[in-house]
């Protein structure tokens, strides 16, 4: 056999060709050689079978380290001859691998003369060669690995993007417009730069301002020089955004009572604009106190006169025309300021008269120092200094008496040098309100998905790069992670919590001195007592502070967020929306996929707010109506539909409005379904709506339905099991870092499910240019699917699910693009997805790689049922349930009945169609059991395939009469209803289902003898035979072995046939 070679992407080296059918013939030889030589007569051949079982050893062992070394080198390649900036920070190990390049390349050519695969390997010196090649690379990748770190301390944000993006920022380090793309990886909202443009609008190496991922955009304070080494003038621009905020902020002050506040916030960023009315507001409320103390008995009333004056002014505007942007602002505010009043209310209400008082000490009170010109937040006696982190135009969670309890606990256990450990059950806004906490001190928070896949190296790495940046780290569902490694965990935060109580500059982290920036947080949020999650150890619970997150303030949220929306009568609205979600929990029947947490109530809130926009002229119960309507009903069982319209017309009396629908698309949807061979039923289009709809509002959908009820593979049209991804990348497929250059291109037209695909054909006939990737999750390991560092050699293994993220989140047009996961839902693999799924929408991955879910982009999980998934999964995403009602079976088989040819076929087929049909599905629910469960459509598609079989020219000529195709139709449906039956203790049901049929039907007669089972269609006669008659009498051959004989009876003769 020869070897076969494939171009290397850059250079055109001949590369070694992974060939299965060679390494399979190499082991199957060496297997035959071991059995020449094991066998009694080997003395005549024992020489050369011995010669050859050493060449073929030579032959494996060389090309097994041929393939590590081209993969070690096609790595190194691209990093020390590809980039320059590398080659000048290691010149050294450039030299080294420029030799080693050259040695490579000689073995290459020297190989590729000789075709023959025992040839080429069995070279003497060969193999040391390759070995003494291997241990050079090893000396290189080690002095690479110590590179990135030097580069990971002078930058210490580098720790959170993953060694290939590094890399690739390193390469282009001298390209600040190239680096710019990975901004967002660096930054918590600072995406792109305004670059200084020469005379031919070239843009230079200085950056003007910034803009936020939501497309604010802010001027610098000074010009920020972009020039030098990237970790240089990373650092720099670090500088300037911090200094750009703080130098606003006073010039904010200084105008705030200069005009109107509705005016004034138009004057700066909604970072600036927001912090500026929370100091103002602890400065007013401090002058209250001051003249209350006066004896002005009625400051604090006046003040909350002027407030809820300024309130309402933000409120009409928000009732007005803005552009989103200035819409976002305007929200955050108006829910910040919304807390402020209450609080005041509240202390009227009580008679606080001292600014001493826990009332008031325990709120968050920013205050601008002038001595030390900075921002600092208080709250008990806790202090924090702001961060100056530029957020954008950020939502902000609103203010609950919750939420004021856990930043008291979260800021205290700062104050105490601790950590924070906010607990509780799914959807309570742990980690939301941490991250809250973060931005409302502008803070820089890193949340991290916790899973087993972390060891207590790379839990040890964020450390690392929290200390030296001086970040919050939130780790989500930290008791994922593996007790053992949790024990270490424990060791390294004590250590940073030591360091920072010793107020020491620099300390010893494992080993190494680091510095550390004292602002450090450690926050771990967990639902105890799911499954998968283990308990904390004793040493690791000492050092943080928990926190109950059990019971949110439902209404209080509901109603501030309608406000925000701008909803006028948002109290009596609360009201209404938590009364029917706190009735449906108690009324309606106990689904897993049920969820009525915040997450649904936010959902909902979210579309109540653009219908309202959308038709500002109706009346707010009706637009919110049907917004609870339109967004529950895809998710409800249809034996709760009558009692949720029932709740639903008890709490909004005589509204009649009808479901907002967008005629044009609807009818898209309908061509495209036609044009997919589907039926386009009023039910089906409704669910494709439905789908758009859901995906239009949550980033990640749950298709729900039984096996065939129209969500996974039914119909003729696309047969074959699914597609996994597996198909389309490789696995294992990585070098120690991603290989660069493009991957397989994703498939657009994979195998995705009737509702689905309709939707996607829609999008492509509306020239949306969808893409999908579908991948079966359960078909791999979670380690394949995620990727993990290979404990010994620390390399990183890239998994399928983060390089297809990784992939759709690199096509850069703006069509949807879904990751399709079809397969069984069980903790362990999608508790991974958490912090994709909810509202931080990045997967951070165990080599601290953050890939983050572009706006476009959507996960469609179809499944069965939700029976595995934890309450954190089920409230993470939108449900469509489909009921095996919404399909029926017409549609299938409508479908079918289109695709034959024969017009009188077709014709009689409907009428038997709608005759056998009804009935047996109805008996087979109702009567009969099964050996496994059939669903309807497993049934119904197993007479459709009977059919096709027996529905030949020979056997049913064109212009056969009726009775023709009853009798093979008759056939198909005993087997496919029947088939599966089994006789228990009591009854036999294939009797039972015999006897039934030969009552019901008696169009095709049987004969008098017997069950229906019993007779097959003879092909010539057309009569119905015994199987009997078939089985070939059972003749002993005195010559087999007995063991090989088989009888044949009955089943055996039957079986292969009913099977086809
Ligand atoms: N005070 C609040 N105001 C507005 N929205 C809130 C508030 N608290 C929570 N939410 C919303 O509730 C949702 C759930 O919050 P979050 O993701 O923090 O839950 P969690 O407690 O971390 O849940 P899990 O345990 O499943 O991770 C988020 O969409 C968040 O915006
Ligand atoms: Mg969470």
């Given at each position: 056999m020869a070897f076969e070679y494939e171009p290397?992407?850059?250079?055109?080296?001949?590369?070694?060709?992974?060939?299965?059918?060679?390494?399979?013939?190499?082991?199957?030889?060496?297997?035959?050689l071991q059995n020449v030589l094991a066998s009694k007569y080997r003395a005549f051949f024992l020489q050369r079978a011995q010669d050859w079982q050493e060449k073929l050893s030579t032959t494996d062992t060389v090309i097994n380290t041929w393939f590590e070394v081209q993969r070690k080198w096609s790595h190194l390649e691209t990093i020390f001859i590809a980039s320059e900036d590398t080659r000048s920070q290691l010149p050294e190990e450039s030299k080294k691998f420029d030799t080693i390049d050259e040695d490579f390349r000689a073995l290459v050519a020297d190989a590729v003369k000789t075709p023959n695969v025992i040839e080429c390997t069995n070279k003497p010196g060969l193999h040391t060669k390759l070995e003494a090649l291997q241990d050079r690379l090893a000396v290189c990748e080690k002095a690479l690995a110590e590179y990135l770190e030097t580069k990971r301390l002078a930058f210490p944000r580098f720790y959170?993007?993953?060694?290939?993006?590094?890399?690739?920022?390193?390469?282009?380090?001298?390209?600040?417009?190239?680096?710019?793309r990975h901004l967002t990886k660096l930054f918590d909202s600072l995406a792109k730069l305004k670059f200084q443009e020469d005379a031919d609008k070239k843009p230079q190496k200085v950056a003007l301002g910034m803009f936020s991922r939501d497309g604010e955009y802010m001027d610098f304070d000074a010009e920020c020089d972009l020039s030098g080494q990237v970790e240089v003038w990373l650092n720099r621009l670090l500088e300037r955004m911090r200094s750009t905020l703080r130098s606003l902020m006073p010039q904010a002050l200084g105008t705030y009572e200069d005009k109107p506040r509705e005016e004034w916030v138009f004057d700066y960023p909604a970072q600036i604009a927001l912090t500026g009315t929370q100091i103002a507001w602890t400065t007013e409320v401090g002058v209250a106190f001051a003249s209350l103390e006066k004896g002005y008995e009625n400051a604090l009333k006046d003040y909350n006169k002027k407030q809820i004056a300024r309130l309402n002014a933000l409120i009409s505007l928000l009732l007005g025309n803005l552009s989103a942007g200035d819409r976002m602002k305007i929200m955050t505010i108006c829910t910040i300021d919304v807390h402020a009043r209450d609080v005041i209310i509240k202390m009227i209400q009580t008679k606080v008269e001292n600014s001493q008082a826990f009332a008031w000490q325990s709120q968050l009170r920013h205050r601008w120092d002038d001595g030390e010109k900075h921002c600092?937040?208080?709250?008990?006696?806790?202090?924090?200094?702001?961060?100056?982190?530029y957020l954008g135009n950020t939502p902000r969670l609103v203010i609950t008496p919750l939420t004021d309890r856990c930043y008291i606990t979260l800021t205290q256990s700062l104050h105490l040098y601790m950590g924070g450990a906010p607990a509780g059950p799914a959807g309570t806004g742990k980690t939301e309100t941490t991250k809250d906490l973060g931005r409302a001190v502008g803070m820089m928070v890193y949340v991290f998905n916790c899973s087993e896949q972390m060891d207590y190296k790379s839990c040890g790495n964020i450390y690392k790069g929290l200390s030296q940046t001086g970040a919050w780290g939130c780790f989500d569902e930290f008791n994922r992670i593996l007790v053992e490694v949790l024990s270490v965990i424990a060791?390294?935060?004590?250590?940073?919590?030591?360091?920072?109580?010793?107020?020491?500059?620099?300390?010893?982290?494992?080993?190494?001195?680091?510095?550390?920036?004292?602002?450090?947080?450690?926050?771990?949020?967990?639902?105890?007592?799911?499954?998968?999650?283990?308990?904390?150890?004793?040493?690791?619970?000492?050092?943080?502070?928990?926190?109950?997150?059990?019971?949110?303030?439902?209404?209080?949220?509901?109603?501030?967020?309608?406000?925000?929306?701008?909803?006028?009568?948002?109290?009596?609205?609360?009201?209404k929306f938590i009364t029917l979600y706190t009735l449906c929990k108690e009324l309606l029947s106990k689904q897993d996929h049920y969820d009525w947490g915040l997450?649904?109530?936010?959902?909902?809130?979210?579309?109540?707010?653009?219908?309202?926009?959308?038709?500002?002229?109706?009346?707010?119960?009706?637009?919110?109506?049907?917004?609870?309507?339109?967004?529950?009903?895809?998710?409800?069982?249809?034996?709760?539909?009558?009692?949720?319209?029932?709740?639903?017309?008890?709490?909004?009396?005589?509204?009649?409005?009808?479901?907002?629908?967008?005629?044009?698309?609807?009818?898209?949807i309908r061509e495209a379904v036609v044009e997919l061979k589907l039926q386009a039923e009023e039910n089906f289009v409704l669910k494709v709506v439905q789908l758009e709809e859901l995906l239009q509002v949550r980033h990640s959908v749950f298709i729900v339905g039984n096996a065939g009820s129209g969500k996974s593979q039914v119909g003729p049209d696309h047969p074959g099991p699914p597609l996994t991804l597996a198909k389309h990348i490789p696995w294992p497929p990585m070098a120690p870092w991603r290989e660069q250059g493009p991957m397989a291109p994703p498939q657009a037209e994979a195998e995705i499910a009737p509702v689905l695909k309709s939707l996607n054909k829609t999008y492509k006939m509306l020239k949306r240019r969808p893409v999908t990737m579908d991948l079966d999750p359960k078909a791999v390991t979670c380690d394949e699917l995620f990727g993990i560092i290979?404990?010994?050699?620390?390399?990183?293994?890239?998994?399928?699910?983060?390089?297809?993220?990784?992939?759709?989140?690199?096509?850069?047009?703006?069509g949807p693009?879904?990751?399709?996961?079809?397969?069984?839902?069980?903790?362990?693999?999608?508790?991974?997805?958490?912090?994709?799924?909810?509202?931080?929408?990045?997967?951070?991955?165990?080599?601290?790689?953050?890939?983050?879910?572009?706006?476009?982009?959507?996960?469609?999980f179809e499944i069965s049922h939700l029976r595995t998934a934890t309450p954190a999964t089920v409230s993470r995403a939108g449900i469509l349930y489909i009921n095996p009602a919404d399909l029926g079976w017409s549609p299938i088989v409508a479908s079918w009945i289109e695709t034959r040819t024969e017009k009188s076929e077709k014709a009689a087929l409907t009428i038997l169609f709608d005759k056998y049909l009804p009935p047996c599905l109805e008996k087979?629910?109702?009567?009969?059991?099964?050996?496994?469960?059939?669903?309807?459509?497993?049934?119904?598609?197993?007479?459709?395939?009977?059919?096709?079989?027996?529905?030949?020219?020979q056997n049913v000529p064109p212009d056969s009469p009726r009775e023709q195709y009853e009798l093979f139709f008759v056939f198909a449906c005993i087997w496919a209803f029947g088939g599966a039956l089994f006789q228990d203790q009591l009854v036999d049901h294939r009797q039972q289902f015999s006897k039934w049929w030969l009552t019901e039907f008696k169009a095709i007669k049987f004969p008098s003898q017997g069950t229906v089972f019993d007779y097959y269609i003879h092909p010539n006669t057309k009569t119905f035979n015994l199987w009997d008659e078939r089985v070939p009498a059972f003749e002993l051959d005195p010559d087999v072995p007995l063991q090989v004989l088989v009888s044949k009876s009955l089943e055996r003769q039957s079986t292969p046939e009913v099977l086809l």
């Open positions: 290397h992407g850059r250079t055109q080296l001949p590369l070694l060709k992974m060939d299965e059918a060679l390494i399979e013939t190499l082991e199957d030889n060496q297997m035959q959170f993007v993953s060694s290939a993006d590094l890399l690739d920022i390193l390469s282009k380090g001298t390209e600040p417009l190239e680096v710019s600092f937040a208080n709250i008990c006696d806790a202090q924090l200094r702001y961060a100056y982190e060791v390294q935060v004590k250590c940073i919590q030591d360091a920072i109580r010793a107020r020491k500059k620099t300390f010893n982290f494992l080993g190494e001195t680091i510095s550390l920036v004292p602002s450090v947080g450690i926050f771990i949020t967990m639902n105890p007592g799911y499954a998968g999650r283990t308990e904390l150890p004793e040493n690791l619970k000492a050092l943080f502070r928990p926190c109950a997150m059990v019971v949110p303030d439902f209404e209080l949220i509901c109603e501030i967020m309608l406000v925000a929306e701008g909803f006028l009568d948002a109290r009596l609205l609360a009201r997450r649904a109530i936010k959902s909902v809130l979210v579309v109540a707010g653009s219908l309202k926009r959308g038709d500002p002229g109706s009346a707010e119960d009706q637009v919110l109506m049907r917004a609870l309507r339109d967004f529950n009903i895809p998710k409800i069982v249809t034996d709760d539909l009558p009692v949720f319209l029932g709740l639903i017309g008890d709490l909004f009396p005589a509204l009649d409005v009808p479901r907002k629908r967008n005629l044009e698309f609807e009818k898209v290979h404990p010994a050699t620390r390399e990183w293994k890239d998994g399928l699910f983060s390089t297809a993220m990784r992939d759709l989140a690199n096509i850069t047009h703006d693009k879904w990751i399709i996961l079809d397969g069984d839902i069980d903790p362990m693999w999608i508790e991974s997805l958490n912090t994709v799924m909810d509202d931080n929408k990045v997967l951070t991955l165990a080599s601290n790689e953050r890939i983050p879910l572009t706006p476009t982009m959507r996960l469609i087979l629910k109702s009567e009969f059991k099964t050996i496994t469960p059939v669903p309807d459509v497993t049934a119904i598609q197993t007479v459709l395939s009977l059919l096709e079989c027996f529905l030949t020219p």
